[in-house]
């Protein structure tokens, strides 16, 4: 992989403001009341839906662009929906289920874009931005489907301001 300063700076801006709303909704889930966790889950399970239809994209242009193979073209545009389909699928889901497909949909679509780095279908800096982006999002999507399994009396204790040492 290239370093971080060949990435070019509005995809690396873009893509690390895109992490925003991953983070503030896993933040939501944790400091919220735990009757409101499920709201924050459903909503990074949206925003979650459109960015892995979007980076599923990626591989639609790759393929009008010509980089690569001509002979792979017709799988890249295959796979290019894919990620558009499970995440349409993920929005008629209770989020137990959206946010661990969403989450094995966007480590899939991650070696799928090594792979296709290494057979030169994308840019040389793009799996240095991918991998830290894609880190980042399986991260807050793991914790956020994470925040509603903490036993009861641990979300009720944060919320009232108490530390674990207190409760013991």
């Known amino acids: 992989m290239q370093p971080w300063s060949t990435v070019p700076a509005v995809p690396k801006y873009l893509g690390l403001a895109g992490l925003l709303p991953f983070l503030a909704t896993t933040l939501g889930a944790y400091t919220c009341v735990p009757t409101d966790i499920l709201g924050y889950q459903l909503l990074q399970a949206t925003y979650g839906a459109s960015i892995l239809s979007f980076m599923g994209a990626i591989h639609w242009g790759s ?85 509603n399994k903490r036993p009861l009396e641990v979300v009720a204790d944060i919320k009232e301001g108490k530390r674990v040492r207190e409760r013991e």
């Open 63 to 147: 393929a009008m662009a010509g980089t690569g193979s001509p002979a792979t073209a017709n799988k890249r545009y295959l796979i290019s929906v894919v990620p558009s389909l499970a995440g349409f699928a993920s929005l008629n889901m209770p989020p137990d289920l959206a946010l661990p497909l969403q989450l094995t949909g966007f480590g899939l679509l991650l070696a799928q874009d090594v792979h296709a780095w290494r057979y030169r279908e994308l840019p040389l800096w793009y799996p240095t931005l991918r991998v830290l982006l894609t880190s980042v999002v399986v991260g807050t999507l793991g914790a956020t489907w994470y925040a």
